[in-house]
């Protein structure tokens, strides 16, 4: 089903359940990956995702189409996502290398995540950048989103994220080369 067509019903009080399904069923499984990538662990993530997707049920009435239904998705899941973590930090008051540590050590011991090993050392050097390159990264690596998109998701202009790209591969394929 097209976004517009999933607007246009959810509008109508007589298929908005049936329209709101067909948006979480179109889009569950990106805004899950998304999220996942950001927060790491399976089931953090999946009470993020949650979240994002009561808070669309609540505001999509008022989605004004002034950028696309996917990137307004986007912004929610990652601005929830980040919200999360924050709230996380706060909650456990640990410096952040020692949640990365953390982070890192549920990476090893997760049965959800993949155990081929670059795949590992992959997602171990993301947790070392600053949530900015690791937003940035995993929108334009994992998700494939173009630098516009990412510049609407982020509120960042492109210039600012090809340069935070950029130092994050930098980064990464220093981390992978030590290793």
């Not at 494939?144 to 994050?168: N, Q």
């Amino acid at each position: 089903m097209e976004d517009k067509d999933i607007l246009i019903q959810f509008g109508n009080e007589q298929s908005r359940g049936s329209a709101f399904s067909a948006l979480v069923k179109k889009y569950q499984e990106r805004i899950y990956w998304h999220v996942r990538r950001m927060v790491i662990d399976h089931d953090d993530a999946d009470d993020v995702v949650q979240e994002v997707f009561i808070k669309i049920y609540k505001n999509l009435g008022g989605f004004r189409e002034a950028s696309q239904l996917f990137t307004w998705i986007y912004r929610i899941a990652t601005n929830e996502s980040l919200t999360f973590l924050k709230k996380k930090q706060r909650q456990y008051a640990m410096p952040i290398d020692e949640a990365e540590h953390e982070l890192g050590h549920q990476i090893d011991y997760s049965s959800t995540i993949s155990g081929d090993e670059i795949q590992m050392k992959l997602q171990k050097a993301l947790l070392t950048l600053p949530e900015k390159q690791k937003l940035v990264f995993n929108m334009k690596y994992f998700d494939d989103l173009k630098y516009d998109e990412i510049s609407v998701i982020t509120g960042t202009s492109v210039g600012a994220l090809k340069a935070s790209y950029h130092l994050a591969v930098k980064k990464i394929e220093n981390l992978l080369q030590r290793d």
